[in-house]
């Protein structure tokens, strides 16, 4: 060996790399669990999309033993009051609660989107406009305000999405705002009004992407609190009309 080389052991890193920091029990645990309600997630979806090809029974088939228990398949969830198979209603009810609050998520974000950066960009009357039709809506009771709109609207699925969406779209509209009040004045923003860009461009291309980052963790728990509302909406008998089942309505 020359002088020159550097004397390295076996079990010493390389020269440029930093060691690999050992991974805790508890962060391996944490890591688990995540992967796990990942997969559960997964499957759920993929069960909800591919219900009509599953040797499942119709949702609505009253030809089977009533209260029948846990049991092999297809009744591996047993049977209702009224010997309607309780898997197939679970899984064909996913379709439905997932479909509302996917659909009721992905209204109020766009809602959210629009108004809360023109609210920024624009500010003055546009701003005070948006802001006091955010504050009526959040003055009402959600619960109350649900119930008002889907006793108007008819019944149906993008009628309890419009309702849930409409409710949920303040708080999209408060964060988009806020985030979007932060990048106005950078210097992004300014070279693009120097440049002679309109509106929409500066809006789309230039506030859009850097304030969609923060709405993710509020587009995930909006996904789950609508799926709660709407389960609840359809328990009080206020959601998607029997016999098609969903979460909140499985047993109607």
């Known amino acids: 060996m020359s002088v020159s080389e550097p004397m390295t052991s076996p079990t010493s890193p390389r020269p440029g790399r930093l ?9 391996r645990s944490q890591t688990v669990i995540f992967w796990l309600a990942v997969g559960w997630m997964v499957a759920l979806v993929l069960a909800a999309i591919l219900a009509p090809v599953l040797p499942l029974r119709d949702f609505a088939d009253t030809s089977g033993e009533r209260l029948e228990p846990l049991g092999s398949w297809p009744e591996v969830l047993g049977t209702d009051m009224l010997g309607r198979s309780t898997l197939s209603r679970v899984i064909y009810g996913a379709r439905v609660s997932l479909t509302v609050a996917f659909l009721a998520t992905g209204m109020a974000l766009v809602m959210g989107l629009i108004l809360g950066l ?33 006793a108007v609207l008819p019944a149906s699925i993008l009628s309890l999405a419009t309702a849930l969406g409409i409710v949920a779209t303040p708080a999209f509209i408060r964060l988009v705002k806020a985030n979007a009040l932060a990048q106005v004045n950078r210097e992004y923003v300014t070279a693009a009004k120097a440049l002679g860009a309109r509106v929409p461009r500066i809006l789309i291309r230039e506030l859009l ?10 587009v995930a728990a909006s996904i789950a609190i609508v799926i709660v509302v ?11 009309p029997a016999p098609q089942p969903s979460w909140g309505g499985s047993y109607c």
């Open 19 to 27: 060691p690999k920091k050992p991974q805790s029990a508890g962060s």
């Open 118 to 150: 023109l609210a920024a960009y624009l500010r003055g009357v546009v701003e005070r406009v948006i802001e006091i039709v955010a504050a009526s809506v959040l003055a009402f009771p959600a619960l109350v305000l649900l119930l008002a709109l889907v």
């Open 209 to 218: 992407p850097n304030t969609f980052v923060p709405l993710v963790s509020l």
């Open 230 to 240: 709407e389960g609840s909406l359809s328990f009080l008998g206020f959601g998607i």
